[in-house]
């Protein structure tokens, strides 16, 4: 292994535990990986866009980015959902309701959801 590619997997660890899934993406791309686990690592983004920061805006830009279909959006959309139920009464990145500066009001992930999830499946065809 060259230095740099030893150095570029020790910005990836680093990015990993810093949660930091947007720079983990460009980090694996750099490092050749394989297909399948830079797009699973894009829909990580994405999830973590949607479920903890809550960014329509972001999580739009990636989804363009990393050219995601309106199907794999739909099933990443789903598969959230499915983590909150997984998870509820539990302490998670998702619980409660967080402010919505579009909305104005305070909206759980499953109401942000269907806030958005629309919006987010039609940047996916653009």
């Known amino acids: 292994m060259e230095v740099e590619e030893r150095e570029l997997e020790a910005r990836l660890k680093e990015q990993i535990e810093r949660r930091n899934y947007a720079a983990v993406v460009a980090l694996a791309q750099q490092l050749g990986k394989p297909a399948e686990i830079i797009k ?3 829909g990580g983004a994405i999830k973590q866009y949607i479920i903890e920061y809550r960014n329509a805006p972001g999580a739009t830009a ?3 980015e ?3 279909t309106a199907d794999e959006v739909d099933r990443l959309l789903e598969a959230i959902l499915e983590e909150v139920k ?3 009464g539990k302490r ?3 619980a409660g309701r967080r402010y919505d500066a ?3 009001k305070y909206l ?3 109401e942000w959801v269907s ?3 629309r919006t987010l499946k039609q940047a996916a065809s653009r």
Request: glycine share 4%; no cysteine; charged share 25%.
């Open 92 to 94: 998670s990145p998702w």
């Open 102 to 104: 579009k909305t104005m």
């Open 62 to 64: 990636l989804i363009q």
């Open 108 to 110: 759980d992930i499953e």
């Open 66 to 68: 990393f050219r995601f």
């Open 40 to 42: 699973e690592l894009q």
């Open 115 to 117: 806030q958005y999830g």
């Open 86 to 88: 997984a998870t509820e």
